[in-house]
C-alpha cells in the first residue's frame, strides 16, 4: 500500500468518525472550519488520485442525523449541502463563475447562515402536515409532532398560499435558552451541550413532545419549493414567506454587485455578535429562479447558492489570574481568570487551561493580553498571547506544585497529561465530588442530594465519604438550612430504594477513575461480584474485553487501597448489590463471543438497549458502525437506507429479531 492511499484511508475514517459523532451522536469533536479543511483535503487527494476513488468516501455523501426510532420520510426535492467558502477571493471566484455561465444580469441575494438544525415542512390547504429532519439528504426524521410545538412555525397558514408547499428552514435554539439548559444540565450532573446547535438537534430528537416544547426552540424559515411558488425571484418567495406567517430573517439583502456582497459580509461579521441566536456565516444565493434552474447543481450542491463561513470569533482580552479546580478525581484544571469581553452572544470571564503543559505552550505571564476563542464551544479557550505588548516584569505562570485545597504535592503518571492529587480520602472537592457522582441519575440515583446539599451535609461533619450517606438520620437532615422534614424523609426514601441499584451502577458510582458506564457493565459481566473484581490483578483485568492496561492498572490500585476496599465493606453491609443479578447470571453465554453486531432499526419484542443487554451477556459485542469487521446486522423496521446499502456492499448478513432470538435462545 503506498503512502497516498495509507493517507487517504486514514483521512477517511478520521472524518468518517467525525461525521457519526456530529450526526447521529450531536456530539462533535471538532470544529466546522477544521472538519471542512480536512474534507477538502481528502477531496483534493481523491481527484489527483481516481485510482483510490470509493463510492462510500466521506466526499461522496451527506452527512446523516437519521434516528431509528423515528419514522423515515423521503424527501420530494433532495436537501442537498452548499459549498463553504472562507475568504473573500472564493466568494468573487463563485460570482465570477455565476456571471460567466449566466452570460447574463443576476442578482445575489445574502442572507445569515444560522447554526441550527436544518428543517423540512410540507403545508397542504395551508396546514402543517409533516416536518422532516435533513437526514442524509434523500431522507430524514419524521419529527412533526415535535416541530409542532415550536411557537414560530405556524401550523396554520394565512393569505394567499398555495394549495401544496413545502419551506425549509433552521431550527434554533436561543442563546439565553441555551446557557439556561446548560446550567440545569449541570446542577443534574447531565453532560452539557456543546453549543446551541447540537442543544436544539438533541431538543427535536426527544421522544416527548412535552419535553420539547419546554426547551423554547425557534426557527427562521430561508428557502420555498413547489410548483406554484408565489414569486419569479428568491427573494419574492421569502417576502410572501412572511406574509404566510413564517419567521423569515430581516437581514435578507438583494445585492446587484459583488462589492455589495463584500459589504454585507462585512457588515455582519462584527454585527452578528449582537444577534439573540447563533450564526456561523452568510448564504450567497443567485435571486432569479429561472437563472437557479438554468445554472443547475452539482451531485452534492446546487450551482446557484455557496455558503461563506465566518472564522471562529476571537477577541483580545488580558489574563488577571489563573486558579486551579479540584475534580473528583483529583485532577488539577487551570482556569485562566479574565477581564469581561463578550464572545459568541456571551459575557467570557474565565477559560480553561486544560494542563501545564498548554500554559508551558502558550507561556502565558500574568497581565498577558491573550486571544480568546469560542467557536461554538461551551469554554472558551486561549489560542493565543500578544507578546509584543507585554510587561517585561510580568510574572510567568507556573503550574502548582501542591493541591490549592489540601496541600497534598502534586503527581503526575508518565504518559498522563494531568496533575493529580493523591490525597483523595481527605480532600474536600475529591470527597463531595464523588459523593455528588454518586447519588447522580446514572449511578445510585438519590433524589434530593444535589451539589448544594451535598456540600451541606459535609461542611456540618453528617458525611464523609460515600458510605457515610447510609448513616444518615432524618433529625439531622431536618434541621439543616433549607432541607426540612419533607426533604430529609426524601432523601432516605432515596437512599433505602436505592439499595436494588443494579452491580454495573453500584461500580460505576464508586468514582473510579477510568471505569465509565460502559467499562463497569464490561467489569461486571466479565467477574460477576466484588470479591472477584477486587482480588483480580491488572494483567487479569487486562484481558477482559475492551479494558485496556491503563484501565486495569487503575482498578487494582483503587482496590489495593485499605481505605476504598472498607468502603465497599460499609457500602455491602448497608445492602447494596455486590453482584449481578441471578437472572442475569443465567443469562450469560459465550454464544456470541467474538462477534461484532451491529444494531439498526425498530423491534417489536425488545428495546434496542434491551438487545444490546443481551448481545452483551452472550459474548457479543456492539457497535454502531458498519464495517468489514461486522459479524451481522441485527436488523429491524425502518433500518437506515445508508447502512442496508453499505450492508450490501460488503456483504454482510442480516438476521431479524426473532432470527437472533433463536440464535440466542
Known amino acids: 500500500m503506498t503512502n497516498i492511499e495509507q493517507q487517504i484511508l486514514a483521512l477517511r475514517e478520521q472524518l468518517n468518525n467525525y461525521n457519526y459523532h456530529y450526526y447521529v451522536l450531536s456530539k462533535p469533536l471538532i470544529s466546522d472550519f477544521e472538519f471542512d479543511k480536512l474534507l477538502a483535503e481528502l477531496q483534493q487527494l481523491e481527484n489527483e488520485y481516481p485510482q483510490f476513488f470509493d463510492p462510500n468516501s466521506p466526499t461522496q455523501r451527506v452527512g446523516s442525523d437519521i434516528n431509528q426510532d423515528f419514522t423515515q420520510v423521503k424527501h420530494i426535492y433532495p436537501m442537498l449541502s452548499l459549498g463553504n467558502t472562507y475568504n473573500e477571493g472564493e466568494v468573487a471566484d463563485f460570482y465570477n463563475r455565476v456571471a460567466k455561465a449566466l452570460n447574463a444580469p443576476f442578482e445575489i441575494v445574502c442572507e445569515l447562515k444560522y447554526d441550527g438544525t436544518s428543517i423540512s415542512l410540507i403545508y397542504e390547504n395551508g396546514s402543517l402536515t409533516r416536518a422532516v429532519t435533513r437526514g442524509d439528504g434523500e431522507k430524514g426524521d419524521d419529527v412533526t409532532a415535535n416541530v409542532r410545538t415550536i411557537r414560530s412555525i405556524p401550523l396554520k397558514l394565512q393569505g394567499d398560499y398555495p394549495d401544496f408547499m413545502e419551506i425549509r428552514g433552521e431550527i434554533l435554539m436561543p442563546w439565553k435558552v441555551f446557557e439556561a439548559l446548560n446550567k440545569e444540565r449541570e446542577a443534574q450532573e447531565e453532560p452539557l451541550f456543546a453549543n446551541p446547535r447540537n442543544a436544539a438537534s438533541g431538543s427535536l430528537k426527544l421522544q416527548n413532545a412535552s ?111 489563573v486558579s486551579y479546580q479540584v475534580g473528583r478525581t483529583g485532577a488539577i484544571t487551570p482556569v485562566a481568570n479574565l477581564d469581561p469581553v463578550q464572545l459568541s452572544g456571551t459575557v467570557v470571564k474565565r477559560a ?48 502548582i506544585t501542591v493541591c490549592p485545597e489540601c496541600g497534598t504535592l502534586l503527581v503526575r503518571d508518565e504518559g498522563e497529561a494531568a496533575h493529580y492529587c493523591p490525597n483523595e480520602a481527605n480532600c474536600p472537592p475529591q470527597i463531595k465530588g464523588k459523593m455528588t457522582h454518586f447519588v447522580s441519575r446514572k449511578a445510585m440515583n438519590i433524589d434530593g442530594l444535589g451539589e448544594e446539599t451535598i456540600d451541606l451535609i459535609y461542611r456540618n461533619g453528617l458525611a464523609k465519604n460515600i458510605a457515610d450517606l447510609y448513616t444518615l438520620k432524618l433529625i439531622d437532615l431536618a434541621l439543616l438550612d433549607r432541607l426540612g422534614d419533607k426533604s430529609g424523609r426524601k432523601i432516605l426514601t432515596s437512599l433505602e430504594k436505592s439499595k436494588s441499584v443494579p452491580f454495573e451502577r453500584v461500580l460505576y458510582s464508586l468514582g473510579i477513575r477510568y471505569v465509565g458506564e460502559t467499562v463497569a457493565k ?69 454464544k456470541l463471543s467474538g462477534k461484532i453486531i451491529v444494531i439498526s432499526g425498530t423491534f417489536e419484542k425488545h428495546s434496542r438497549e434491551e438487545l444490546k443487554e443481551l448481545i452483551e451477556l452472550n459474548g457479543g459485542k456492539n457497535s454502531s458502525s458498519i464495517s468489514s469487521k461486522t459479524s451481522f446486522i441485527l436488523a429491524g423496521d425502518n433500518m437506515g437506507p445508508a447502512k442496508e446499502e453499505k450492508a450490501n456492499k460488503l456483504g454482510i448478513k442480516m438476521i431479524s429479531e426473532d432470527e437472533f432470538l433463536e440464535l440466542i435462545k
Not at 257 to 271: F, R
Not at 285 to 290: A, E, F, R, S
Not at 535 to 549: F, H, K, Q, W, Y
Request: proline residues 3%; contains cysteine; hydrophobic residues 40%.
Open 211 to 321: 419535553e420539547v416544547a419546554k426547551r423554547k426552540l425557534d426557527a427562521y424559515l430561508y428557502y420555498m419549493l413547489g410548483e406554484n411558488l408565489p414569486a419569479d425571484t428568491h427573494a419574492g418567495c421569502l417576502q410572501a414567506a412572511a406574509k404566510f406567517g413564517f419567521k423569515v430573517s430581516d437581514a435578507v439583502k438583494v445585492c446587484k454587485t459583488l462589492p455589495e456582497v463584500m459589504d454585507y459580509i462585512a457588515y455582519w461579521d462584527t454585527e452578528r455578535k449582537n444577534l439573540p441566536v447563533a450564526t456561523d456565516g452568510i448564504v450567497l444565493k443567485v435571486n432569479d429562479l429561472t437563472q437557479q434552474k438554468n445554472l443547475g447543481f452539482t451531485a452534492k450542491s446546487p450551482r446557484w447558492a455557496i455558503a461563506y463561513k465566518f472564522q471562529a470569533e476571537r477577541a483580545l482580552t488580558t489574563l488577571q489570574s
Open 352 to 399: 480553561s487551561l486544560h494542563n501545564a503543559d498548554i500554559i508551558n505552550q502558550l507561556d502565558l505571564h500574568i497581565g498577558d493580553k491573550v486571544y480568546v476563542e469560542k467557536g461554538g464551544e461551551i469554554i472558551p479557550k486561549i489560542t493565543g498571547v500578544e507578546t509584543s505588548i507585554r510587561d517585561l516584569f510580568a510574572e510567568k505562570v507556573e503550574f
Open 522 to 590: 464490561k467489569l461486571a459481566s466479565a467477574l460477576e461480584n466484588i470479591d472477584n473484581i477486587m482480588s483480580a490483578t491488572a494483567a487479569e483485568l487486562a484481558c477482559i474485553d475492551e479494558i485496556g492496561e491503563v484501565i486495569a492498572q487503575s482498578v487494582e490500585d483503587y482496590f489495593k487501597e485499605p481505605t476504598n476496599r472498607e468502603l465497599v465493606e460499609r457500602l455491602r453491609s448497608y445492602g447494596l448489590q455486590m453482584e449481578i443479578s441471578k437472572d442475569k447470571a443465567a443469562l450469560k453465554t459465550d
